[in-house]
């Protein structure tokens, strides 16, 4: 045993501790502050896709026939229900549709271009989740080459899941709104109520043990009612305004009892995402 | 001789396979290892180079470089943070045969040595990202909900895929002359 801490073998281990700490710190930072990650790595990390698509399809698509089987079983009472929202949903597309061409009207009359309700959307499926505790992140078969950049929201099953934090050239790195790292999304996000008053905020966090994500420091005193639809405001200019996050689930204080704090049940499912759309703001070009 | 026996292409392909089903697998199957508060951490590629370990049969496979390669894709490709799969899985691999000199070859202490190998795998693995900021979960719930939940999964995959990877290896070894 008093080899094992023989004086070479001691500074050695030293010194892989710290090129260990410094690559992690460094390539944290790193990815925070740069729009791509280095060539080497965007290289290696579009090989890697490919291979890990030949792994990931089957698999993808053996779950996707089991969950059609089972999808199965429930059709008739399904088909039912939704019958019923289809004829709600035919006359909300006409107005919306309506209402779209009447806004473009309008803006060309004010000589506005694009605002942060205009977006254009790219559709990616998920390659694999990162197998960790640590780090709620997702791989998606699409990259730079599709026009997605950093920063970009993500959304699924209509709702705001996280923002991509890594390109490469043919996939990227989502990271979901359940992640709680120092860094992670903070997006820009606002309620409105009754009295035509919007409380802005961003999210602050995510409380797992319940699902829901908080909105902090809201220190506006306008009344907040539960169920409130919650979308993005817009501010910051990099997320369009108006993407779905979720509904208004309770509302508390914060610790000192100053502020409110308003929790948000996600209107997605964190842990059943195979489809996502990523959305870019049209008017940063 | 690694070069000659048909490891040469198993071991390197079962490898990456099993990264890449990590992956796959905690997408399939996220509504299972991510159960609100609990999150399990599936580790195939560290259960495929333990038991590659013990089913060697006499060949050395040159495990650590192995390791280091498969660190790397797990860093770059799954993490996106650098440095830290890379020595962990070298470390867990000199842990394995450190460990391996003092037990028999049974199953039983085969399994034992595995979940000494994940409690370190885990917990270096949260210390690290702890230290760097990734995470800031007190050690309580690290172990109530991360560590535990890990250490029950990757003892199933050990316990259902023990036998279905001594006999690969086993056909892998055997005949040496391809």
């Known amino acids: 045993m008093h080899k094992f801490f023989s004086n070479r073998r001691l500074v050695i281990i030293v010194i892989i501790l710290v090129v260990c700490f410094g690559l992690m710190a460094g390539s944290i930072s790193l990815r925070n502050r740069r729009n791509t990650p280095p060539l080497i790595q965007q290289f290696g990390n579009d090989i890697v896709g490919f291979a890990d698509s030949a792994v990931a399809l089957p698999v993808n698509w053996l779950q996707t026939s089991f969950s059609s089987v089972n999808d199965l079983m429930n059709t008739y009472s399904e088909n039912r229900e939704l019958k019923q929202q289809v004829t709600e949903l035919a006359q909300t597309k006409v107005r919306d549709q309506t209402l779209a061409h009447e806004n473009k009207q309008l803006k060309q009359e004010l000589k506005l271009g694009k605002s942060m309700t205009d977006y254009d959307t790219v559709t990616a499926a998920v390659l694999m989740r990162t197998p960790s505790s640590w780090q709620q992140q997702l791989v998606i078969n699409k990259g730079q080459s599709s026009g997605i950049k950093k920063n970009m929201p993500v959304m699924s099953d209509g709702g705001l899941i996280g923002r991509i934090i890594e390109v490469n050239k043919t996939n990227s790195k989502v990271e979901l709104l359940s992640d709680t790292n120092e860094a992670s999304s903070r997006f820009a996000i606002s309620i409105g109520n009754k009295g035509d008053q919007v409380v802005n905020g961003i999210v602050t966090g995510y409380n797992a043990n319940r699902n829901e994500i908080i909105m902090g420091q809201v220190s506006s005193k306008a009344k907040i009612k539960v169920g409130t639809k919650v979308i993005t405001s817009g501010m910051g200019g990099i997320t369009p305004k108006g993407l779905y996050v979720g509904k208004v689930s309770r509302i508390g204080k914060d610790d000192y009892g100053l502020a409110q704090k308003v929790y948000i049940t996600p209107a997605a499912n964190f842990n059943d995402i195979n489809i996502v759309t990523v959305a870019e703001s049209a008017s940063q070009e | ?178």
């Open chain 2, 1 to 178: 001789m690694y070069r000659l026996s048909r490891l040469k292409y198993v071991f390197p392909l079962g490898l990456f396979v099993s990264l890449f089903l990590d992956g796959a697998l905690s997408h399939v199957w996220a509504p299972l290892f991510f159960r609100y508060p609990y999150s399990m951490m599936s580790e195939l590629a560290l259960l495929w180079l333990v038991l590659a370990y013990f089913f060697e049969n006499g060949i050395d496979i040159p495990l650590i470089p192995f390791a280091i390669a498969a660190g790397v894709v797990a860093d770059m490709y799954s993490s996106g943070i650098l440095g830290l799969y890379m020595v962990l899985y070298p470390c867990i691999v000199a842990l394995t045969q450190l460990l391996a000199k003092y037990f028999s070859g049974s199953f039983l202490s085969m399994i034992m040595i595995f979940f000494v190998d994940v409690v370190a795998f885990a917990t270096i693995n949260y210390w690290a990202y702890y230290m760097v900021g990734v995470t800031n979960t007190n050690f309580g719930d690290f172990l109530a909900f991360s560590l535990a939940p890990t250490l029950a999964l990757n003892l199933v995959y050990f316990v259902v895929l023990y036998w279905p990877i001594q006999s690969l290896f086993n056909w892998a070894t055997t005949e040496n002359k391809v």
